[in-house]
């Protein structure tokens, strides 16, 4: 089994990186570089030209158009947000060119959730508009096309449309590895290619600037020309090249010479890097062939004799989807040696364009610290920086990094709940803590003024309540934020404290920036360690009260607790000289914050930690990159994950518990295909058997970590006594735990008092 010595350093580094301080540091929003000469350098691609060195990463625009496919007022304003902010050069979602071919692309009835270019004419006043909405403020927009999902598609396509996913060859279907993906035949494959050729002469006469091709994190287009993915034995596509290479010369011949194409791939699927031994399993052991880096570079080179421009490459797959979607844990500019080694090779090579141009390299993933990204551009690691959710979080980033506004920047904070969870889930793309992100179209940035002044108290300053209190004083209204203790931030407090949840604490540092700004603000007054009590509420006569008062935890009463040294998740994260002298750690509770304290624990305080977790999964409905991450990391660090084990009582410096050791038991450790959504049912999964035993496990220090249970009480108290005219409950102490439901509430109810 082939394996990469760089690819293998990087990822055996990506658990622990967090003990280098520079590293960490790297990834906090400094300025000590400005002005920012190097990313506000203009560039050239073929013959266009780019005014920065700013890429808005593509991010699926999914239910983001008319069922039609054609583009939408939500798309377009979405995207001219990011025009507006001041990026150079903007890149759309997946737009599929294989309607027809591809069943996992379509829904019933010839619908779509994705956008499309190829459906008819009333498909393009749509990409038009889109394209002069973007031109108004100076960027320049590339289209993405996909030739399809294949088999990392929704295999609903077998219920729905009778129909197995498609591949390049008989392929495990990613989500359901039961169903197998069949293979496309050639005469398929070359009417993909004739489509890419239309979508791109389409895309040209609709003024968009250039085609950009989605052939990376193991989609259709590298099933083809991966030979991981791609095993066929004969016929023209049994060379895996030869798809990629057809298709961009289809697109070269339709669009003429001077028209950008781009290509996005990885420089390696990582799989056998990160599995090992465990390649052996059945969803994984027909991909252990993938591209090594001489490989991919020797295909990149081909690419562009063909007529390719520009490259962005990151590394991984669906199969280990930490990687091409990086979450909190990742480091900050965790791909720049991949760039910096793609960039040195075709330098020294002297590898031009056919525009006789150097073939610019753009970096990826977690790149949204202004520092870092300069860093990486004057080091000469690549040429372009791309954003991707840096952008969904605060489309005034560029410009801001531009005037030197850094503080004012609002962090992404890598939990992947809205920009990939929520459309995972049925949604669209949203963000965490940018509220407006995909409602442009029906919220403008600024509030509009109250038309009546009201006093307004909001109780709480985690990131409801900040959120809702600032942008009620920005409408005028008279605002008082109280909190109960002297710190801003509620449970992102604890939950930054772990150094892999730096983006975290960056989003808790700006919420007190935000709330220390409008305290220059006549109509902002901020009480901390004041806690709103009944009579209280009653003296300060508020018009309106928004309760924000958060969650709190869930303590079972389980038997003998006193006899075992039991402390809670969030106070201990808050108070770490609790763990002193302790050596073995039992968390119970396999949540995200469970899994996440036990992460701290074993990597920066060197316990030997065990999880307890009464269901099958441990953190179900967390995002799929961000899930396989702790856990994979926690397996090679030796934690121990229990699933289906229930805590009885405690004992003497031990917990009683009961395991079902049923070989009908999920693997808790297995990464490499996702939870299915709940209201998906897969009729193949085998159904879960009892065989359980009572087990002793002794620790000297048990973390609870089961949950929390909204704080409303006083709410509910407030509402009975009538105290104010209007009064709302929102965030934690309405439901979830999720900052962007919290942030969510706080906008909606503030816009409208």
């Given at each position: ?360 390299i753009v970096a990826v993933g977690k790149l949204g610290y202004p520092d870092l990204s300069e860093q990486a551009l004057r080091d000469g690691k690549c040429d372009m920086v791309m954003l991707g959710r840096p952008l969904l979080a605060d489309p005034y980033w560029p410009n801001k990094v531009y005037r030197g506004d850094i503080e004012d920047i609002t962090p992404c904070i890598g939990c992947q709940e809205g920009c990939i969870n929520e459309f995972v889930e049925g949604g669209h793309p949203q963000c965490a803590v940018n509220p407006r992100t995909s409602f442009e179209y029906s919220m403008s940035l600024d509030p509009v003024p109250a038309n009546e002044i009201k006093k307004i108290g909001v109780i709480g300053a985690g990131p409801a309540g900040v959120t809702a209190a600032i942008i009620a004083a920005k409408r005028g209204h008279n605002v008082v934020l ?272």
């Open positions: 089994m082939k394996t990469d010595k760089m690819i293998t350093e990087l990822i055996d580094g990506y658990g622990n990186w967090f003990n280098d301080d520079d590293y960490l540091n790297s990834g906090k929003m400094t300025k000590d570089l400005y002005p920012y000469d190097f990313i506000f350098k203009p560039i050239d691609i073929n013959r266009i030209k780019v005014k920065n060195r700013i890429v808005m990463a593509p991010m699926g625009n999914i239910s983001m158009c008319d069922e039609t496919g054609r583009p939408n007022d939500q798309m377009i304003d979405y995207f001219v947000e990011r025009a507006k902010g001041g990026v150079g050069l903007i890149t759309t979602g997946l737009i599929p060119i294989s309607q027809g071919i591809d069943p996992t692309v379509v829904e019933p009835g010839e619908l779509s959730y994705f956008p499309r270019i190829d459906r008819s004419r009333s498909v393009f006043a749509g990409w038009r508009d889109l394209a002069a909405g973007v031109h108004n403020y100076g960027a320049k927009i590339f289209i993405q096309l996909t030739p399809g999902l294949g088999r990392v598609g929704n295999p609903q396509c077998l219920l729905t449309l009778k129909k197995l996913p498609k591949s390049a060859s008989w392929n495990p279907n990613f989500y359901i590895p039961e169903i197998p993906s069949s293979p496309l035949s050639d005469r398929q494959l070359k009417k993909i290619i004739k489509n890419a050729g239309q979508a791109s002469a389409d895309a040209k006469a609709a003024n968009i600037d250039g085609v950009y091709l989605h052939g990376h994190e193991g989609y259709l287009l590298e099933q083809l020309t991966n030979p991981a993915f791609n095993r066929r034995k004969t016929g023209r596509y049994s060379d895996w090249q030869a798809f990629g290479l057809d298709m961009v010369r289809e697109i070269r011949d339709r669009v003429g010479p001077d028209y950008p194409i781009m290509y996005r791939i990885d420089l390696s699927l990582a799989l056998n890097e990160t599995y090992g031994d465990k390649m052996d399993n059945k969803s994984l052991r027909k991909f252990k062939d993938g591209r090594t880096i001489e490989m991919t570079l020797d295909y990149m080179e081909n690419l562009v004799k063909e007529g390719v421009d520009i490259f962005d490459v990151d590394l991984g797959c669906y199969d280990n989807w930490w990687l091409p979607h990086p979450p909190a844990g990742m480091p900050p500019g965790c791909f720049l040696e991949v760039s910096k080694l793609v960039k040195d090779y075709f330098k020294e090579r002297g590898i031009l364009s056919n525009a006789g141009k150097e073939v610019p109280v909190e109960k203790t002297n710190s801003i931030g509620g449970k992102i407090i604890p939950g930054g404290v772990p150094k892999i949840k730096y983006d975290l604490d960056n989003y808790r540092k700006y919420l007190e920036r935000q709330v220390e700004q409008a305290t220059n603000l006549e109509n902002f007054k901020y009480l901390p360690n004041t806690e709103a009590t009944i009579p209280w509420l009653k003296e300060q006569k508020f018009d309106a009260i928004i309760f924000a008062t958060g969650s709190e935890e869930i303590i079972p009463p389980f038997e003998n607790m006193e006899k075992a040294n039991v402390v809670e998740a969030t106070e201990l994260l808050q108070n770490p000289h609790m763990i002193e002298n302790a050596k073995k750690a039992i968390v119970i509770g396999g949540g995200v914050v469970g899994c996440e304290t036990a992460y701290w624990l074993k990597y920066e305080h060197g316990l030997d930690v065990t999880v307890v977790e009464m269901e099958k999964y441990f953190m179900n409905h967390v995002c799929t990159a961000n899930r396989g991450h702790l856990i994979y990391y926690m397996e090679k660090a030796g934690v121990e994950l229990l699933n289906c084990t229930k805590v009885i009582k405690f004992e003497d410096n031990a917990v009683k518990v009961i395991q079902n050791v049923s070989e009908t038991v999920p693997d808790p450790y297995l990464t490499w295909h996702p939870i299915l959504p709940e209201n998906i049912k897969n009729p193949l999964a085998p159904k879960l058997k009892k065989e359980e035993v009572e087990k002793i496990i002794e620790a000297d220090l048990f973390v609870m970590a089961i949950g929390n249970k909204p704080r409303n009480q006083l709410f509910y108290d407030a509402q009975k006594e009538r105290i104010a005219g209007e009064i709302y409950n929102i965030g934690d102490s309405f439901r979830g735990e999720k900052v962007l439901e919290a942030t969510r509430a706080a906008n909606a109810v503030a816009r409208t008092i």
